[in-house]
């Protein structure tokens, strides 16, 4: 069966720093690029960007790029994000997705990210 | 970035009956192998987004023939032929051609 498993919901402080993460299971981790989604409180979605196991070769939104870092670890078939300074603005919930040339099909349960002081 | 916009934002609906939400994006959709990279999803409160339709108008596993996804190039649609109680939640629709991807707005579905 595939599973894609996030890790659990975190509290953190403006500055601190962040990883969370997304575990794929029943497949390949290599063959399939995994995507990010954010949403934040009461918003829409927002597409973060995507990475390709295999290689870690990342694209990524405008929107997001230098302040958070996509990656992964074929070893242990898990894809990460990844902030070093974490904002207020980074409260959201996070998702991680199984793609299918440019397609979803499987998706994490979504990581609640919190940031206050 | 190809901007997305959906209309209504808001659609009250009455079980039973048809509805349909309008996606338009700024640049044509349409690569040059034929393919329209664009797809609909549904997210309901307290799950992942659901995949309803990819590449304009082909209905992901599972998801029932009551939804349809149509509209070339620029405008598209999502229709749904008749409502049920269990299709509420936000509808959005993605487009997936260039580097970077963009939804639109979002669509609340919900009964009247």
């Known amino acids: 069966e595939v599973q894609l498993v996030q890790s659990g919901a975190e509290v953190k402080k403006p500055g601190e720093s962040l990883r969370i993460s997304c575990k794929g299971s029943g497949y390949s981790f290599t063959s399939y690029w995994i995507s990010w989604v954010r949403q934040m409180p009461g918003k829409g979605l927002e597409w973060m960007g995507k990475?390709?196991?295999?290689?870690?070769?990342?694209t990524s939104s405008p929107s997001f790029q230098g302040h958070v870092t996509i990656s992964a670890d074929k070893s242990i078939s898990t894809a990460y994000l990844q902030w070093s300074s974490l904002k207020a603005s980074d409260t959201a919930i996070y998702y991680c997705?199984?793609?299918?040339?440019?397609?979803?099909?499987?998706w994490g349960q979504g990581t609640l990210v919190t940031v206050s002081s | 970035d190809i901007v997305m916009t959906q209309s209504p934002l808001s659609l009250p609906v009455t079980p039973g009956e048809p509805a349909s939400i309008s996606c338009r994006s700024n640049?044509?959709?349409?690569?040059?192998?034929?393919?329209?990279?664009l797809d609909w999803y549904l997210h309901k409160p307290g799950q992942p987004p659901q995949l309803l339709i990819y590449l304009r108008s082909n209905r992901a596993s599972g998801v029932p023939d009551r939804f349809s996804g149509s509209g070339s190039g620029t405008d598209f649609t999502l229709k749904i032929s008749r409502v049920e109680a269990e299709d509420v939640g936000v509808y959005y629709c993605m487009q997936t051609l260039q580097t970077s991807w963009t939804f639109g707005q979002g669509t609340k579905v919900e009964i009247k």
């Open positions: 990475i390709d196991p295999s290689d870690s070769y990342t």
């Open positions: 640049q044509s959709l349409l690569h040059r192998n034929g393919y329209t990279y």
């Open positions: 997705a199984r793609l299918v040339g440019t397609t979803t099909d499987y």
